[in-house]
């Protein structure tokens, strides 16, 4: 059975950092593309950052780029997200997401992020 379950969530002031962790179980991770979605209250889930172990660069979205830092440990089968000059624009649920291919993905149950003063 697959589980993700992130962690590192919080309450930060603008201009501020947080590292997001996702812990995957039950999948081989070196060969799904892990991710990382934030959806905010009324909108979409959108992905923000993404990686795969085949020695493609990074994937990021413009509204993140230069800010946020994706990583994974394949060993420990751990996903992070540096997350650096937070806005309040950044406030959001992350989700954690495991895909292989054209399957189905997996999705965490999320992280709160709260950006504000």
């Known amino acids: 059975q697959v589980h993700l379950v992130e962690s590192g969530g919080g309450l930060v002031q603008p201009g501020g950092s947080l590292t997001l962790s996702c812990a995957a179980s039950?999948?081989?991770?070196?060969?799904?593309?892990m991710s990382w979605s934030p959806q905010a209250p009324g909108e979409e889930r959108y992905l923000v950052a993404g990686?795969?172990?085949?020695?493609?660069?990074?994937f990021y979205d413009h509204s993140v780029k230069g800010r946020f830092t994706i990583s994974s440990d394949d060993v420990d089968k751990m996903l992070y997200l540096q997350m650096n000059n937070l806005n309040p624009s950044d406030t959001a649920v992350y989700y954690c997401?495991?895909?292989?291919?054209?399957?189905?993905?997996?999705w965490g149950q999320g992280t709160q992020v709260t950006v504000s003063t």
């Open positions: 990686i795969s172990s085949v020695g493609a660069p990074p």
């Open positions: 039950g999948i081989t991770f070196g060969q799904y593309y």
């Open positions: 997401q495991a895909k292989f291919g054209l399957d189905s993905p997996y």
